[in-house]
């Protein structure tokens, strides 16, 4: 069983920045989509950002473009959020998550068909 564990939450200003990390055990090979979403109290988890390693495409919300940034270390079983420019609207519980496959961003930035996920890491912005 794949295990995923995120770090690098905590409360920052509007305007800062965080990188969050996400640690797998046990993780295959054959699952090639990595993924980061949020949820806020109320809503609905979010796709923010998810890469699909097979070609390095990457896909992310449009309320995250141009400030978030996903990257990966598969060989060291590592993946990563850096974060900038963060926003009020920003604060949620962050979780990464692993799939087999995504080649459209429907895919990518849906939380319905991901296989594994971690427990999360809170991300406070305040004003």
């Known amino acids: 069983q794949v295990r995923l564990v995120e770090s690098g939450g905590g409360s920052v200003q509007a305007g800062g920045s965080l990188r969050l990390t996400c640690t797998a055990s046990?993780?295959?090979?054959?699952?090639?989509?990595l993924g980061w979403f949020r949820q806020s109290p109320g809503k609905e988890r979010e796709g923010v950002a998810a890469?699909?390693?097979?070609?390095?495409?990457?896909y992310y919300s449009d309320s995250v473009k141009g400030r978030f940034a996903i990257s990966e270390d598969m060989a060291e079983n590592t993946m990563y959020l850096q974060m900038n420019n963060l926003k009020p609207e920003d604060t949620a519980m962050y979780y990464c998550a692993i799939r087999t496959y995504c080649v459209t961003a429907t895919a990518a930035l849906g939380a319905r068909d991901y296989d594994y996920w971690g427990q999360g890491t809170q991300v406070t912005v305040s004003t």
């Open positions: 046990r993780y295959r090979d054959t699952l090639r989509c």
């Open positions: 890469v699909f390693r097979d070609d390095g495409t990457t």
